[in-house]
């Protein structure tokens, strides 16, 4: 093959493929129900079931933030939009804005609770449908996957372009034609991912290795997933306003700046260069942690507790599941004038037990917790993870409780998640988020 194909075959560098669902769970509402296509609707992630009006918070009468966003018995009193459908995004609605500024900006605004489990399945049919076709399929986010779709293709980018249309017509049979998806080919992760964000929605983007820096010149750094607000000002600070005049600093300079890490990860995405591996099994976990922001904040020290047992439970839970015990516990709180405390420290033994993870954490935090303030976020995380260890013959004690938590782990390993609860914890709902790499009620 000769003329402008040749540049579509490059049999000596890999070929990438990055799918980016568009709208992800504002569209997967609207395929789930009709009524809701064609217009503006945003997916908030808790609502609070309640008949009377929520009372604002001091804090809220100050700024003026004294709007509920009702749908039925369903109210929003401090939730942010997770995600816009196309029709509200085209009015001005954007994710993480809050549900009161949404629908002050859209007052025909439909706020949708989000549902974890509806999402989790479109996200399996898409994995589904990616490993049909990729030598190796990595997910990124319940939204986003990278495949490996080298030898799939044929080495060229004309295969690559037909197995790319294939992919999308799957996803449209399987998922439903309200789940859109754009996808980006490149010979890299980096590359692949700007090109499938470059057409949205539903586009498809083709750049094979000769038009890698033509390509990358045409985006502004924002695009590129890891340059941020702040690092773009920093990097503006340096004369580097784009991606040729980010080219242009000597790799010294990144280095001395952003370290060598981040540094050297400027210099090369400048020039359109990444890792370019795709890997099918996650790297071992460095924590496990869970928090969650309340729709009505914690004022008491037996809410704190409880609430908190809970939130270890779920970490435990995941830990034990993966084989893990942890000998770094971390606390976090964050109070309603959204001043944030977080405490950790490292213990000899490891723990893998909500109730001693819960007991640890309060030692940590109740003599700096400040009740008056309102909690309106709490959250326990776990590190310093290890083999789970066994049990210990000579401690009667221990070897009772690691006998029934196995016994309860086997409960919720067949019946899922939640199925057993303490008495203590009784009244305490975690309802799930609709946001992230796992689902909760897949953990």
Same mark, same amino acid.
């Given at each position: 093959?000769?003329?402008?194909?040749?540049?579509?075959?490059?049999?000596?560098?890999?070929?990438?493929?990055?799918?980016?669902?568009?709208?992800?769970?504002?569209?997967?509402?609207?395929?789930?129900?009709?009524?809701?296509?064609?217009?503006?609707?945003?997916?908030?992630?808790?609502?609070?079931?309640?008949?009377?009006?929520?009372?604002?918070?001091?804090?809220?009468?100050?700024?003026?933030?004294?709007?509920?966003?009702?749908?039925?018995?369903?109210?929003?009193?401090?939730?942010?939009?997770?995600?816009?459908?196309?029709?509200?995004?085209?009015?001005?609605?954007?994710?993480?804005?809050?549900?009161?500024?949404?629908?002050?900006?859209?007052?025909?605004?439909?706020?949708?609770?989000?549902?974890?489990?509806?999402?989790?399945?479109?996200?399996?049919?898409?994995?589904?449908?990616?490993?049909?076709?990729?030598?190796?399929?990595?997910?990124?986010?319940?939204?986003?996957?990278?495949?490996?779709?080298?030898?799939?293709?044929?080495?060229?980018?004309?295969?690559?372009?037909?197995?790319?249309?294939?992919?999308?017509?799957?996803?449209?049979?399987?998922?439903?034609?309200?789940?859109?998806?754009?996808?980006?080919?490149?010979?890299?992760?980096?590359?692949?991912?700007?090109?499938?964000?470059?057409?949205?929605?539903?586009?498809?983007?083709?750049?094979?290795?000769?038009?890698?820096?033509?390509?990358?010149?045409?985006?502004?750094?924002?695009?590129?997933?890891?340059?941020?607000?702040?690092?773009?000002?920093?990097?503006?600070?340096? +004369?580097? @306003?784009? /991606? !040729? &005049?980010?080219?242009? %600093?000597?790799?010294? =300079? $990144?280095?001395?700046?952003?370290?060598?890490?981040?540094?050297?990860?400027?210099?090369?995405?400048?020039?359109?260069?990444?890792?370019?591996?795709?890997?099918?099994?996650?790297?071992?976990?460095?924590?496990?942690?869970?928090?969650?922001?309340?729709?009505?904040?914690?004022?008491?020290?037996?809410?704190?507790?409880?609430?908190?047992?809970?939130?270890?439970?779920?970490?435990?839970?995941?830990?034990?599941?993966?084989?893990?015990?942890?000998?770094?516990?971390?606390?976090?709180?964050?109070?309603?004038?959204?001043?944030?405390?977080?405490?950790?420290?490292?213990?000899?033994?490891?723990?893998?037990? +909500?109730? @001693?993870? /819960? !007991? &640890?954490?309060?030692? %940590?935090?109740?003599? =700096? $917790?400040?009740?008056?303030?309102?909690?309106?976020?709490?959250?326990?995380?776990?590190?310093?993870?290890?083999?789970?260890?066994?049990?210990?013959?000579?401690?009667?004690?221990?070897?009772?409780?690691?006998?029934?938590?196995?016994?309860?782990?086997?409960?919720?390993?067949?019946?899922?998640?939640?199925?057993?609860?303490?008495?203590?914890?009784?009244?305490?709902?975690?309802?799930?988020?609709?946001?992230?790499?796992?689902?909760?009620?897949?953990?």
């Amino acid at each position: 093959m000769s003329g402008g194909w040749s540049r579509f075959i490059r049999p000596d560098m890999p070929i990438i493929l990055h799918i980016d669902f568009n709208s992800f769970f504002a569209s997967v509402e609207q395929q789930a129900n009709p009524f809701l296509r064609g217009k503006a609707i945003a997916v908030a992630g808790k609502g609070r079931e309640t008949i009377d009006p929520l009372p604002a918070s001091p804090l809220e009468r100050w700024r003026g933030h004294t709007e509920r966003v009702d749908i039925g018995k369903l109210q929003f009193a401090r939730s942010v939009v997770t995600t816009a459908s196309r029709e509200a995004k085209k009015r001005g609605v954007k994710t993480a804005m809050a549900t009161w500024e949404a629908r002050k900006l859209v007052p025909d605004l439909l706020i949708i609770p989000g549902d974890p489990h509806k999402y989790s399945e479109i996200t399996a049919r898409m994995m589904a449908i990616l490993r049909r076709y990729g030598d190796a399929v990595e997910q990124f986010s319940a939204d986003e996957a990278f495949a490996d779709i080298t030898c799939a293709s044929g080495g060229d980018y004309f295969g690559a372009a037909l197995l790319a249309e294939r992919i999308r017509a799957d996803v449209r049979a399987e998922c439903g034609e309200w789940c859109t998806a754009s996808l980006g080919v490149a010979p890299n992760r980096l590359v692949a991912k700007l090109a499938s964000e470059s057409q949205k929605p539903d586009g498809l983007t083709i750049v094979p290795p000769d038009d890698v820096l033509s390509f990358i010149d045409s985006r502004p750094l924002a695009d590129f997933c890891g340059i941020g607000p702040r690092i773009e000002q920093r990097l503006a600070s340096l +004369g580097a @306003t784009s /991606t !040729k &005049t980010l080219r242009e %600093l000597p790799r010294e =300079r $990144l280095l001395v700046a952003f370290k060598k890490s981040y540094g050297d990860w400027l210099y090369f995405a400048a020039r359109g260069m990444s890792d370019d591996r795709v890997v099918d099994e996650t790297e071992d976990p460095k924590s496990v942690g869970h928090s969650y922001t309340f729709p009505q904040s914690l004022e008491t020290e037996n809410d704190v507790r409880r609430h908190l047992l809970g939130l270890a439970d779920r970490v435990s839970w995941r830990m034990r599941k993966q084989g893990l015990a942890g000998t770094h516990i971390s606390v976090y709180v964050r109070y309603d004038d959204m001043d944030s405390v977080g405490l950790g420290k490292k213990y000899k033994e490891p723990m893998f037990d +909500g109730l @001693t993870i /819960t !007991k &640890t954490a309060l030692a %940590l935090l109740l003599p =700096r $917790l400040s009740l008056p303030r309102g909690i309106r976020l709490l959250g326990v995380s776990v590190s310093g993870l290890v083999k789970l260890p066994g049990a210990n013959p000579l401690l009667r004690a221990e070897a009772r409780n690691q006998s029934a938590l196995r016994s309860l782990d086997k409960i919720s390993e067949r019946y899922g998640n939640g199925t057993w609860q303490r008495l203590s914890t009784l009244g305490v709902i975690f309802k799930e988020r609709t946001s992230g790499w796992h689902y909760d009620h897949e953990v």
